[in-house]
């Protein structure tokens, strides 16, 4: 193992190790069971021979073995022990220490070479490491591995996600609890003395134009050696500004640079400074990045955020890890398109739900200027023992270790709904309240230059310094128009307020022309919080989240009545939307997409969701404009009823032309509703139209168009199930079910469940979570989707609707049979 070269690799708290010998270790052999004893896994045996079971699969980490049961809608997710098992060629000279450094792992860990337990972890998403030197040189020259594996040493690890009362998260929350090793693991080679931490802090004098930098490094130097070390400040430019060398044998070293001129760090312009670090030794050279930003921020009493002395309104959104086909199993490449594709948005500040994430995520939001809550996965179920408490403790100290120099983090989270009982048989508020106080305590004493914030926790908004409520306006209580005056009485009652959590359910390709039908019963002036089991389709008040359809229609006029209603409130701090992308949930399997939650703006697979683009009228600058309806092929109504076409634009002006004719331009006017005035009444001809619109804003000019059918037959009972095949990639067809009636026309308003089973070559591409992407899934319009990868060969697609006989289709690339 020689010459390995880390690109990016997160070691300690964030920083980022160059030019050592470290390794992604991707290749693993995996078992989603448990072992009866650690020697089952290390044992050698013959190809066929009977000490050859249990069998074990290979798999890439990073891993989730829930990648695709977490939303089968027919299973319970797998809740237990699962293996990994590979083996290491390595030697190892007295001159350096060799650590395994584990990005986050699910649940429980434990770490074995050969048959020795060498290390474990309890938490899913801190980071840990473990010393494996020892161990590879006591197994270096063991008889029986040179024997049976050419001297390779086993390495394995035990994860579980079992369920367990006294870990956090709990088994109660909106989400999935995964298993697996599901960020990086890597093999580390330093030299024996070496950096292991570097903690920076930045200050800001009043007028925010000179600055200070603190600086402390960490040296692990067992053997007490003299060594040499230099640390670079480079500006946002890569210029150095300043050099320091010390010389000692030292385990740590602290001191202050002054920074004049100083290039801040803002949503707007997140400018980073890089301290790089080298250390020599009599046992090797170890140098090491971080990366650092310059800024100052407040929340003013009852009042604003102010950010470098200038009032900011946080304009965010929250993030689960979570994707369709690999669960937790996030590659570089699709987190990084996430976080673009949040900041083309205009998201500036994100909450991290409900757990620490991966150094990667911090990292993306230092340089895309997104500011963060992040927090412990406290969450639900009340409070447990002491193994509970001390998990609680030991993750929060990690998170603002781990993530402290990150300057885009402002708030640490010390929990989420901490009013939700069920995991024990007692519930006491004041036992929760005195645990949350020492969270706090211990938050400032680790960390003085942030702020301690909860969500949802009205008996503890005292004692952390942000407080968020549950505000959820329109869907699990009362109507959206409530949300701006029930927003106002919460600024005025906690000292520093912040709207996390609200939003829509909204299944991507259902539409209505009538969003707000059927809920004449939901009743104003009673509170616009959830409770209890609002979120169940039974029981309670009438309310949106049980009564209404789900439609993307809803969903966006809630959202813009929101985005509005913001722009007027001086004192409002921020908001965050809930989520950005659809994440899967154990706790919904009677959602349209069964395990998912569907309020996201994008789809598990990151496919935007038409909310997507109200949110880009109101956060953005570079001029956009796009048509509501681009996912609704087939609108309806009476011949000559006028019908509302709304177009979100962030544009001064907008023209738009109904099949080929101008019908008027109209100014935008943020405050006009729905659309920000961009909206008009048309009458649509019968079967096929064409809308486009041409936006101005200042000398830019953009379009956008949409074609569309409109039915003005009324349909009756479905009677037959029609479908279409269409190659939407190489070797993957997608098969399209439709609705009819006796005569043929669409069941526009059809909402009945339909589920996919295949058999044949390839696959069918299902428990994705995604509209088109699910082996059961409710109708939208009328309409369902699947795909199939076929490989170029036959299969047999069995369509189950609850209205109508099972229909068999017969598939051979692109075309069909009953």
Not at 46 to 71: L, M, R, T
Not at 296 to 321: C, D, S, V, W, Y
Not at 369 to 378: D, F, M, Q, S
Not at 725 to 733: A, D, H, M, R, Y
């Amino acid at each position: 193992m020689k010459n390995l070269v880390l690109l990016i690799l997160l070691f300690f708290t964030t920083a980022i190790v160059n030019g050592q010998d470290i390794v992604k270790l991707k290749s693993w052999e995996f078992l989603r069971s448990d072992l009866g004893g650690v020697w089952e896994g290390t044992r050698f045996a013959k190809e066929g021979s009977q000490e050859a079971v249990p069998i074990w699969g290979k798999v890439e980490v990073p891993h989730c073995y829930n990648a695709f049961d977490a939303v089968n809608p027919y299973v319970n997710y797998y809740q237990g022990p699962a293996w990994y098992r590979t083996f290491l060629d390595i030697d190892v000279s007295s001159s350096e220490k060799v650590l395994l450094h584990f990005e986050g792992v699910g649940q429980k860990a434990e770490v074995y070479i050969f048959n020795e337990k060498v290390g474990s972890h309890i938490g899913g998403y801190d980071e840990w490491w473990v010393d494996i030197t020892d161990a590879l040189k006591k197994y270096a020259d063991n008889d029986y591995l040179q024997t049976n594996y050419a001297g390779k040493i086993p390495l394995l690890v035990r994860c579980d996600n079992s369920r367990d009362l006294e870990m956090i998260p709990s088994d109660l929350s909106d989400f999935n609890i995964y298993g697996g090793m599901y960020r990086p693991v890597n093999l580390v080679r330093v030299p024996r003395t070496y950096i292991s931490d570097i903690k920076l802090s930045t200050n800001l004098n009043s007028k925010f134009n000179k600055g200070s930098l603190d600086v402390k490094v960490a040296i692990n130097n067992d053997d007490k050696k003299d060594y040499s070390l230099t640390l670079n400040l480079l500006s946002p430019q890569g210029k150095i500004i300043q050099t320091k060398t010390l010389k000692q044998d030292a385990e740590s070293q602290s001191f202050s640079w002054d920074v004049s001129k100083v290039e801040l760090w803002s949503p707007a312009s997140p400018d980073l400074y890089t301290i790089s670090a080298t250390l020599k030794s009599d046992s090797g050279e170890h140098a090491i990045t971080e990366k650092t930003g310059f800024r100052a921020f407040e929340f003013i009493k009852n009042g604003p955020f102010m950010l470098n002395g200038q009032r900011l309104l946080m304009r965010g959104t929250h993030r689960h890890e979570d994707h369709a086909g690999s669960g937790a199993a996030i590659n570089d490449e699709t987190l990084t398109k996430e976080m673009v594709m949040m900041k083309d948005m205009g998201v500036n500040f994100i909450r991290l739900a409900h757990y620490q994430q991966s150094a990667k995520v911090l990292q993306l939001c230092d340089s895309l200027g997104i500011l963060v809550w992040e927090e412990i996965p406290w969450c639900r179920g009340g409070l447990g023992g002491e193994i509970y408490k001390q998990q609680a403790r030991r993750m929060l100290k990690n998170m603002i270790t781990q993530h402290y120099n990150h300057p885009s983090v402002i708030i640490w989270g010390l929990g989420n709904e901490n009013d939700w009982p069920g995991d024990f048989t007692y519930f006491d508020q004041d036992s929760i309240r005195t645990f949350m106080s020492e969270l706090n305590a211990l938050a400032h004493q680790l960390d003085n230059s942030r702020k301690t914030g909860i969500r949802r926790c009205d008996f503890c908004k005292d004692i952390v310094d942000v407080y968020s409520p549950s505000i959820w306006a329109g869907w699990y209580r009362g109507k959206f128009t409530e949300y701006k005056a029930t927003s106002e009485k919460w600024i005025e009652d906690v000292d520093h307020f912040f709207h996390m959590e609200w939003g829509a359910s909204h299944h991507t390709l259902r539409h209505s022309e009538d969003p707000e039908k059927g809920l004449d019963a939901i009743v104003t002036g009673r509170g616009t919080d959830e409770r209890a089991s609002e979120a169940a389709f039974y029981g309670g008040d009438a309310r949106v989240s049980k009564d209404g359809d789900w439609t993307v229609t809803y969903a966006c006029n809630l959202i813009d009545w929101h985005l509005k209603e913001q722009e007027k409130m001086p004192k409002l701090t921020g908001t965050a939307y809930w989520p950005f992308k659809d994440f899967s949930t154990p706790v919904r399997p009677e959602n349209p997409i069964p395990y998912m939650n569907q309020k996201g703006v994008v789809e598990r697979d990151l496919t935007r969701k038409e909310s997507y683009y109200v949110f880009q009228s109101y956060w953005t600058e570079k001029p956009m404009a796009h048509i509501y309806g681009s996912t609704w092929p087939v609108r309806w109504g009476k011949e000559g009823e006028e019908k509302l076409v709304k177009v979100y634009s962030n544009c001064d002006k907008a023209e738009l032309f109904l099949n080929g004719q101008s019908v008027g331009i109209k100014k935008r006017d943020s405050q006009n509703y729905p659309a920000a005035g961009l909206h008009w009444n048309l009458v649509f001809k019968p079967g096929q139209n064409e809308l486009k619109v041409v936006a101005k804003k200042g000398k830019y000019t953009v379009n956008h168009a949409i074609t569309f059918d409109y039915e003005t037959r009324q349909w009756g009972a479905p009677k037959e199930l029609d479908y279409t095949l269409k190659e939407v990639e190489s070797g993957i067809t997608e098969v399209e079910v439709v609705l009819k009636d006796s005569n043929g026309i669409i069941c526009l308003d059809n909402k009945s469940w339909t589920e996919f089973e295949y058999l044949g070559d390839g696959q069918m591409l299902a428990d994705l979570g995604t509209s088109k992407g699910s082996r059961k899934v409710q109708m939208a319009n009328g309409r369902a989707f699947i795909r199939i990868a076929h490989l170029g060969g036959i299969g047999m697609l069995r369509v189950v609707n609850e209205e109508l006989k099972p229909q068999l289709i017969w598939i051979n690339k692109n075309t069909a049979s009953h």
